[in-house]
């Protein structure tokens, strides 16, 4: 049996991986993933099987592509089988990324309770049980929406850059409004982790997941490609249904 690639198509750019097995073996992320960049990675792994998830309306695309390159592909849907207990009230809804990194996190903590954070373009906060229920979670703009919202919705502050010092309490206008976003995403992690369990994991993903590992005050599990994992775990648990 050959290898399997993972597609996670975020909004600002796909992350792809290649697995042998449970084990990871390449990672890469493009702003823009076409016939190049598929056809590069076929021609050096030998994979026979994906999974893919988008939250982009980049399906058709990425379908395209695998079929192109010969790749047999699945797509995870809200109809895909997984091993955890959606809970959701509104499970047509629930965005993909959100289903795999739960799956991910569950996969590398078994019966733990889990904070799944994905701090992305969006950041996601989602519970998942020790009993594998995934109870639902919260959604809010992410640092770089924040950032841009108060710019497009007050008459002086400027547009500033989510990168750069990020202190405690800035000392400047552009150092209060970074710092404003990326502590305010601190805080909210740390507050839905006081209400979980005192042994729960805290799981984090996402373009901005390392700078805020680094920032709160307890242990957390920083996966730089979360979603992927989960995509691969539901690709061989698929197969094995």
């Known amino acids: 049996m050959g290898l399997s690639l993972t597609i996670d198509q975020g909004n600002s750019s796909a992350k792809v991986a290649v697995w042998d097995g ?26 026979d099987r994906a999974m893919y998830c988008s939250v982009a309306d980049q399906q058709e695309l990425l379908a395209s592509l695998l079929a192109s390159a010969g790749i047999k592909a699945r797509e995870l849907t809200q109809m895909t089988a997984v091993p955890l207990t959606i809970d959701y009230a509104t499970p047509s809804t629930l965005g993909v990324d959100r289903i ?38 919260n959604i809010a703009p992410g640092i770089g929406m924040r950032l841009k919202a108060l710019h497009a919705f007050t008459a002086r502050l400027p547009l500033v850059s989510s990168r750069g010092e990020t202190r405690l309490w800035g000392n400047s206008t552009e150092s209060a409004m970074r710092s404003g976003a990326v502590n305010g995403v601190v805080a909210e992690i740390s507050y839905y982790r006081s209400r979980l369990p005192h042994d729960s994991v805290v799981v984090i993903s996402g373009g901005w997941g390392r700078e805020l590992a680094e920032k709160l005050d307890f242990e957390t ?16 648990y698929n197969e094995d249904i």
């Open 22 to 47: 449970n084990r990871l073996i390449h990672y890469e992320s493009h702003i823009t993933l076409g016939d190049d960049e598929i056809n590069s990675l076929v021609a050096r792994y030998d994979i």
């Open 100 to 137: 795999a990194a739960a799956v991910g996190a569950a996969s590398l903590h078994p019966g733990k309770e889990l904070l799944v954070v994905d701090a992305g373009t969006a950041v996601t906060y989602d519970r998942v049980t020790a009993r594998r229920h995934f109870t639902g979670g």
């Open 221 to 236: 599990d920083y996966q730089e490609c979360l979603v992927n994992r989960g995509l691969n775990d539901l690709l061989l």
